[in-house]
């Protein structure tokens, strides 16, 4: 895949200003062009995302370094999946982001980067055939999910909780397929899903089934194993074991 940098860049155009009080906000014009703002964003991303392939998402903590298990466990994670044929989707920014982009980068599949702009840690990781600036995090998360079958959290602590939920929620309320959250690291997620079910389920917050939505692994290998089965589930074959299906 040819490399695509998208340089849309707005500092004073975010959603701090977009989600402003009352008292604050500007003119209605201002408003409405910032809707058009929205929507080229929106168009932007699903122009270079389209012919993108099966994909999978990934992610975890921008502040995982280098020497800990997550992270080259997430490297290899990258590596598996892009070998497999199948496109990687991250944050696009250091820690686990970078782990896994770097595990794919050059690997037979595209490794893409759905960035968004912080005042801190966010910066783009140089292991990206594909680079997408957002302002919006609405907008990124609608992409994360557009194009990809497959959901893997490594431990993080918001903007990971953030994304899961995000999914789950989208999963449990039947607005997406029942794709698969694999959760990496059993030391993290185990304690994780017993007080959800203990204090979510037996205060009768969720369906007790709901959990069930989420699988513990603690490897790569294991990850790969229920990727291909939520592929093989919906029909999804790549140019390594097969002809590849577009979503």
């Given at each position: 895949?040819k490399?695509?940098v998208n340089k849309?860049r707005?500092q004073?155009h ?5 989600l402003?009080h009352?008292?604050d906000?500007?003119?209605m ?6 809707v058009?703002r ?6 932007d ?8 392939g099966?994909a ?9 370094k ?7 466990t997430?490297e290899?994670l990258?590596?598996?999946l ?7 989707i991250t944050g696009?920014?250091?820690g686990i982001?970078?782990a896994?982009?770097?595990g794919a ?8 980067g759905l960035?968004?702009?912080?005042p801190?840690?966010q910066?783009p990781?140089?292991y990206q055939d594909?680079?997408l600036e957002?302002r ?9 999910v557009?194009?990809?079958f497959?959901f893997i959290?490594f ?6 909780f953030d994304?899961l ?6 999963v449990?309320?039947g607005k997406i397929e029942p794709f ?7 030391h993290?997620?185990?304690?994780f899903?017993a007080?959800?079910?203990?204090q979510m389920g ?11 939505h989420f ?5 790569a290998?294991e990850?790969?194993?229920l990727?291909?089965e939520?592929a ?5 074959k790549?140019?390594?074991g097969?002809?590849r299906s577009?979503?």
């Amino acid at each position: 895949m040819k490399r695509v940098v998208n340089k849309l860049r707005a500092q004073d155009h975010t959603e701090k200003d977009l989600l402003k009080h009352e008292q604050d906000r500007e003119p209605m014009h201002s408003e409405s062009w910032r809707v058009l703002r929205i929507q080229s964003e929106i168009v932007d991303g699903f122009e270079n995302l389209r012919d993108l392939g099966p994909a999978v998402s990934v992610f975890g903590s921008a502040r995982t370094k280098p020497d800990r298990i997550e992270y080259r466990t997430a490297e290899s994670l990258g590596k598996k999946l892009a070998q497999a044929g199948y496109a990687v989707i991250t944050g696009g920014g250091p820690g686990i982001m970078e782990a896994v982009n770097k595990g794919a980068y050059h690997q037979g599949a595209p490794s893409v980067g759905l960035n968004i702009e912080l005042p801190f840690e966010q910066t783009p990781n140089p292991y990206q055939d594909l680079n997408l600036e957002y302002r919006y995090f609405f907008v990124r998360k609608l992409n994360f999910v557009k194009y990809s079958f497959a959901f893997i959290y490594f431990p993080g602590g918001f903007g990971t909780f953030d994304e899961l939920f995000e999914v789950a929620t989208l999963v449990q309320t039947g607005k997406i397929e029942p794709f698969p959250l694999i959760l990496v690291g059993a030391h993290f997620w185990k304690p994780f899903l017993a007080w959800m079910k203990e204090q979510m389920g037996g205060s009768g917050y969720i369906d007790p089934l709901d959990p069930d939505h989420f699988r513990v692994v603690d490897s790569a290998d294991e990850a790969m194993k229920l990727v291909k089965e939520a592929a093989a589930r919906v029909g999804i074959k790549t140019s390594r074991g097969g002809s590849r299906s577009a979503r």
